[in-house]
Structures are given as structure tokens and as C-alpha cells.
């Protein structure tokens, strides 16, 4: 069991940086492969990053590579998300999720079972 918590959110002007956190509780964090998605009003929730247990592995969405950067601290039981050159259209509610999503299929929202509230991000134009 995970219980996750983000932070960092806020409002940017488009390429803007920001960084978002999230924090885990639970003994086994650095079991878990963790996840970055975002909503935005009206569209499906929809994959960014994902960082494996280890830290060596990770995988973006053709939108935000190059970008945007994951990375964890399995010691803080922390993972964030490094976001630069940001654009309104990365408007959205941005939510971490851990889980043990086989590679096929790690970059659907329903293959990781924790979730955190989620943190709202606002690019401005």
C-alpha cells in the first residue's frame, strides 16, 4: 500500500519552468514504478512520464519529450517531475500514480492502481 501526495503546482507564463513532487508513504516505494498524467477539462486522462523502480528506466509522451524530466529519490520516497519550456496546452491537473504496470501497457492510467488528488498546473499565454 502508497498513499501519494503531490505539490509544486501553480501558475507559469508559457516557457516557464516548474517542478512538481510527490511524496509516498508506504514501506514499499522503491517497489514501485511511478507515474506522472494529467487531465485537462474535457479530454481523458493522459500518460506524461514513467520512472522504474530503479531509476534507470523511463518513458515520456511524445508531447512532453525533451521537456519534461522524471526522476526519484527512492530515499525521500519522493518522485518528480521537471517540466521546462511550458506551453498552455500543458494546462491540466497533473496527478502521480504508482503501480507495477507491465511494460505493454504502462502508459495506461487503469494499469496503475494508486493515485495521488492531484496538483493543478496553469501555462499562461
Known amino acids: 500500500q502508497v498513499q501519494l501526495v503531490e505539490s509544486g503546482g501553480g501558475l507559469v507564463p508559457a516557457g516557464g519552468s516548474m517542478r512538481l513532487s510527490c511524496a509516498a508513504s508506504?514501506?514499499?516505494?522503491?517497489?514501485?514504478?511511478m507515474g506522472w498524467f494529467r487531465q485537462a477539462p474535457g479530454k481523458e486522462r493522459e500518460f506524461v512520464a514513467l520512472?522504474?523502480?530503479?531509476?534507470?528506466?523511463?518513458n515520456y509522451a511524445d508531447s512532453v519529450k525533451g521537456r519534461f524530466t522524471i526522476s526519484r529519490d527512492n530515499a525521500k520516497k519522493t518522485v518528480y517531475l521537471q517540466m521546462n519550456r511550458l506551453q498552455p496546452e500543458d494546462t491540466a491537473v497533473y496527478y502521480c500514480?504508482?503501480?507495477?504496470?507491465?511494460?505493454?501497457?504502462?502508459?495506461?492510467?487503469?494499469?496503475?492502481?494508486?493515485w495521488g488528488q492531484g496538483t493543478q498546473v496553469t501555462v499562461s499565454s
Open positions: 500514480a504508482a503501480g507495477h504496470p507491465d511494460p505493454s501497457v504502462d502508459r495506461k492510467a487503469s494499469a496503475f492502481p494508486y
Open positions: 520512472i522504474r523502480w530503479n531509476g534507470d528506466s523511463t
Open positions: 508506504g514501506r514499499t516505494f522503491r517497489n514501485f514504478a
